[in-house]
């Protein structure tokens, strides 16, 4: 058998979220074709290594040059020299750019790079910075690809980071669709179901990109029994508490903290609600639809064009908590449209969303940088 590749991993972080989640993913159909070195951006952020699945052979390397710092030339030469113990570097968002700079800045014995961009936290959400625009395009030109998982981030590399269209690869992030038809009851710590109510659910960091106390106030204005579980981490827990409190919804808010294998209980919801000021190609819309759950959302990254067409008139046009709450509306007074539409959704999931071609994509683009075709399929 041929020696292993040696993957380097340079995250932004390394905490649990969808980039991590999919690149625990990958590294797992990879197997023992590959050995994986792991670098966190925040030293401290390394959540995901829970994740992992058993038997993938990684290590978090000790001591590794900061991935973050004032632009150096001493710095990006200390992250090309332990870049060159590697077969290949995978890099994830802004926090690891660095990485690809190192790479441009010296490319002699350089293993290939593969930068991945995910979206951006709320200091771009409203707009991107020029400067980093920039250093973007700079840095890029080292990369033998950009992956990113929508449409909105594919203009943004073509268009504003200037980037040659045979470099950028869009790559929908897929999950086992399968493993969401049938949730496990008691999954979600804290959710005790009452008669005739409607569980509104969400799954996010609890950051304030998210604007989950605008999905606090938009249900506080719906009539009936509805109950709101919002599943995640993060230091907007305070904000989110005051503004349960402030609608009279305390009693009725479910904070269980994150949870891991959500297709254990995404499915315990009756919708799937996002309140984001910015997303791309928000997973926890995939895992809804996998699960035959209707969305109620801001058109924000690629949601509008991700749900099933009969999904799309609960899409509304820009984060605002009265037409949020509007489109809950319309799906909490009517079981029968949330199973139309949940049902709309779980079959656009199964023909589009399915790791299974989400792993072939990424593995053939990951042979061509390596130039060994068949080193991550056997």
């Known amino acids: ?5 040696r993957i380097l991993h340079l995250h932004s972080s390394f905490d649990l979220g969808g980039k991590e989640a999919r690149s625990v993913r990958l590294m797992g159909a990879w197997g023992d074709r590959a050995r ?7 030293p401290d952020a390394l959540g995901a290594r829970d994740a992992i699945p058993a038997g993938v052979a990684y290590e978090v390397a000790q001591d590794p040059p900061p991935l973050t710092g004032r632009p150096s030339v001493a710095r990006y030469e200390a992250i090309a020299r332990f870049m060159r113990r590697f077969d290949l570097v995978l890099t994830y968002n802004w926090g690891a ?46 990369a033998h690809a950009l992956v990113v998982p929508s449409q909105t981030l594919e203009r943004i590399a073509l268009d504003i980071w200037k980037q040659p269209r045979g470099r950028v690869h869009r790559i929908v992030n897929g999950i086992p669709v399968a493993a969401y038809a049938a ?47 919002i599943v995640g981490e993060g230091p907007e827990r305070g904000a989110i508490e005051g503004a349960a409190e402030a609608m009279g919804l305390s009693d009725r808010l479910v904070l269980p903290g994150f949870l891991s294998s959500p297709h254990r209980f995404v499915g315990l919801f009756d919708v ?7 997303e791309q190609f928000p997973i926890s819309v995939v895992e809804a639809m996998a699960a035959g759950l209707p969305i109620a959302a801001p058109a924000v990254g690629d949601v509008y064009a991700m749900v099933a067409a009969e999904n799309r008139p609960y899409i509304i046009p820009t984060p605002n908590e009265v037409f949020l709450r509007d489109a809950l509306h319309a799906l909490v007074s009517d079981p029968a449209l949330r199973r139309s539409v949940g049902a709309a959704n779980q079959r656009r999931a199964q023909a589009e969303y399915d790791e299974g071609l989400m792993v072939a994509r990424y593995r053939d683009l990951y042979e061509a940088a390596l130039g060994r075709p068949g080193a991550l399929s056997g």
């Open 1 to 5: 058998m041929p020696a292993p590749v």
């Open 36 to 42: 994986h070195t792991i670098v966190s951006g925040v």
């Open 97 to 142: 750019i660095d990485g690809v700079m190192a790479r441009r800045a010296f490319a002699k014995d350089a293993p290939p790079v593969v930068h991945h961009e995910d979206g951006f936290n709320a200091d771009e959400a409203g707009g991107l910075k020029r400067q980093r625009n920039v250093y973007r395009r700079i840095a890029l030109a080292a």
């Open 183 to 229: 949730p496990v009851a008691g999954a979600i710590p804290g959710l005790s179901r009452n008669s005739g109510e409607v569980v509104i659910g969400a799954l996010a960091g609890l950051r304030a990109v998210k604007d989950l106390p605008m999905l606090v106030r938009a249900v506080g204005g719906l009539a009936g029994k509805v109950r709101l579980v």
């Open 272 to 278: 799937l609600a996002l309140s984001s000021l910015s």
